[in-house]
């Protein structure tokens, strides 16, 4: 099953809303048994942006991609990349 996702048939030939991206995303976590509390479209968008920023460290490029109006929503993704990696505990040593 292929599955437009600029347009829908449902849509008329429309735009897909984003209730419809959600309920294609839902389903194939659902199909994938990857479906709880936790896991949703919208922590997938989040999951982006981080990942977005963590790739390009511009807070442009991922403001432009999540189609964020103002950059400082966008230059949240950043902080967490940054606190992230600013960790005093990942210098510990640990043997696995």
């Known amino acids: 099953?292929?599955?437009n996702t600029t347009t829908g048939n449902r849509a008329g030939g429309k735009r897909i809303t984003r209730d419809g991206v959600r309920c294609v995303v839902n389903h194939y976590l659902d199909k994938a048994g990857l479906k709880r509390p936790g896991i949703s479209?919208?922590?997938l968008r989040h999951t982006c942006?981080?990942?977005l920023?963590?790739?390009t460290r511009d807070v442009k490029i991922v403001q432009e991609t999540l189609r964020h109006a103002n950059i400082s929503m966008a230059a949240r993704y950043s902080h967490i990349i940054e606190?992230?990696?600013a960790r005093y505990?990942?210098?510990i040593p640990v043997k696995v």
Request: glycine residues 6%; contains cysteine; charged residues 20%.
């Open 1 to 3: 099953m292929v599955i």
């Open 49 to 51: 942006g981080a990942l």
């Open 89 to 91: 505990t990942r210098e």
């Open 83 to 85: 606190r992230r990696q």
């Open 53 to 55: 920023y963590q790739a």
């Open 41 to 43: 479209c919208h922590a």
